[in-house]
């Protein structure tokens, strides 16, 4: 777009402070700057921040609810023929070809320790296979699963992997050399998490440089109008998808497409579902999926009274009790319609210390105390929009171990993911009628060094060659079952 054009529309949204330099600025450093602002649209920005600062947003304290019961399952309580009922349909649907998976993986593992996205991050497994490759191989396993429902037809569950600016490149690069763990590279689809410009108190866009415009990603809630604007939907759309499982990186236990979610909440008729764990306290800092203003939404922790937190049903358990895991199910018709309700979500304010040149002085400036106003969405923003939303509750020893925290630390760290999806093995295997020994050089309250790869098994299932069989630690069955 022309600088002419450009300039009208800024002006237009009251923005035309972005242009104070333009005259002193080389062909270069103009067309970076415009390069910066065709990736605005200023109207909308400007309607995003006036929403979230404006007296008329929902307030901090929020008037919680329990979510009825008509709304949530449990995985943990239900009969083995409803879960199995509920698997059934989720492997005819992705034999049919109908349910797609969305991975949040835009963060870098600084965190961590590693300034490559967070996907690529070893663990420490015996194998040292990434998170990416654990869920790359869970998603080929479920593929050849799924085939026993499906004729004649190959079985593909696409894979969209929404990454960042900063992450972009080194995702591909990673999944390249890992030959898209074993996935066929034209059903995996790459799309950039969108940003939102850093504002000033009073709404003005901040300029980071003479030439350049102050930016942060839009939060993990930025996924749906990138999903729109990526191209992500026309393709879901041309693959003739319904169906998308939604969920982030960072959890090493996640059942990518899992069958079970899928199926219960297409048999459910929801549009929008989520997965949540028990919480593993009273007071535990997690969001709670309960009514928040009485519709379903996200209330987090901080928000909840802690007597409210304390409250017990007659069985003992918590009545806010769903611990929300960012992840989540949605229909293609609810993901395309979520545009029309852009102007009513409730974007979250963060006052930031912002880098920025003086407008008047031309100089840089590093502020020693916030200065502006960061803008981001959250996944479960969307979730009060929903006209039939409904809650799965699962085992969290088997489906959500976080890593959040560098080596060393107290909790959600490389070493608490390690040992969980050990654990798993060890339980899977125990499961199907093995016999671990803990061999030499492992002290028996440790967990054992047991590895089962998930091209072998997605859940436990395929394994009945462990029946009878005493297995010896350190174990490590990498990608079949052949000569075991």
């Not at 923005?15 to 700057?33: A, G, P």
């Not at 390069?35 to 600062?53: E, H, Q, W, Y």
């Not at 304010?349 to 840089?364: C, D, F, P, R, T």
Request: aromatic share 8%; charged share 25%.
């Amino acid at each position: 777009m022309s600088f002419d054009s450009q300039r009208t529309i800024f002006e237009k949204a009251g923005q035309s402070q972005v242009f104070t330099f333009w005259d002193e600025l080389n062909d270069k450093q103009k067309s970076s700057l415009l390069s910066d602002l065709g990736k605005i649209d200023p109207s909308r920005v400007s309607n995003i921040f006036n929403v979230a600062t404006s007296s008329s947003s929902p307030s901090v304290s929020a008037k919680v609810d329990p979510l009825p019961d008509s709304m949530l399952d449990s995985v943990i309580k239900a009969p083995k023929e409803t879960t199995k009922k509920w698997r059934d349909l989720g492997l005819k649907l992705i034999a049919e070809g109908k349910v797609g998976v969305i991975l949040l993986a835009g963060g870098q593992g600084t965190r961590l320790g590693s300034s490559a996205p967070k996907g690529c991050y070893d663990i420490q497994l015996p194998s040292h296979k990434s998170l990416f490759q654990l869920q790359g191989e869970r998603i080929a396993r479920l593929q050849k699963i799924a085939s026993e429902f499906s004729s004649d037809q190959e079985v593909i569950i696409p894979w969209y992997v929404m990454t960042s600016e900063p992450t972009r490149e080194a995702t591909e690069s990673f999944f390249k050399e890992h030959n898209y763990f074993g996935l066929d590279s034209k059903n995996v689809f790459f799309f950039n998490q969108g940003v939102l410009p850093a504002f000033t108190n009073d709404g003005k866009i901040i300029l980071e440089t003479k030439s350049s415009v102050s930016v942060a990603p839009d939060g993990n809630g930025g996924i749906y109008a990138a999903l729109k604007k990526e191209g992500v939907i026309a393709d879901l759309e041309r693959r003739k998808i319904p169906y998308l499982h939604a969920y982030c990186v960072d959890n090493c236990l996640v059942k990518v497409a899992d069958p079970v979610f899928i199926g219960y909440c297409v048999e459910k008729n929801a549009d929008c579902g989520a997965k949540v764990v028990p919480k593993a306290h009273a007071h535990e800092q997690v969001g709670v999926i309960c009514l928040r203003n009485g519709k379903p939404g996200v209330v987090e922790y901080s928000e909840i009274d802690p007597k409210v937190s304390e409250q017990t049903k007659s069985d003992g358990t918590l009545v806010y009790n769903a611990g929300n895991i960012a992840n989540h199910f949605y229909t293609l018709d609810f993901l395309k319609h979520i545009d029309e309700i852009e102007g009513q979500l409730e974007y979250h304010i963060a006052k930031k210390k912002i880098k920025h040149v003086n407008l008047q002085s031309g100089a840089e400036v590093k502020p020693d105390s916030p200065n502006g106003i960061k803008l981001e969405l959250f996944i479960f923003d969307v979730i009060p929009y929903a006209e039939r939303f409904v809650v799965l509750e699962t085992d969290r020893k088997e489906e959500f171990s976080p890593l959040k925290n560098a080596p060393g630390t107290k909790s959600d760290n490389p070493e608490t993911s390690r040992a969980d999806i050990l654990a798993q093995h060890v339980r899977f295997a125990r499961a199907a009628g093995a016999t671990i020994e803990i061999g030499p050089g492992q002290s028996v309250d440790q967990v054992p060094v047991f590895e089962l790869s998930p091209l072998v098994t997605y859940d436990g299932e395929g394994l009945e060659k462990f029946n009878g069989r005493v297995i010896n630690t350190p174990f490590v069955l990498n990608n079949n079952l052949a000569g075991f």
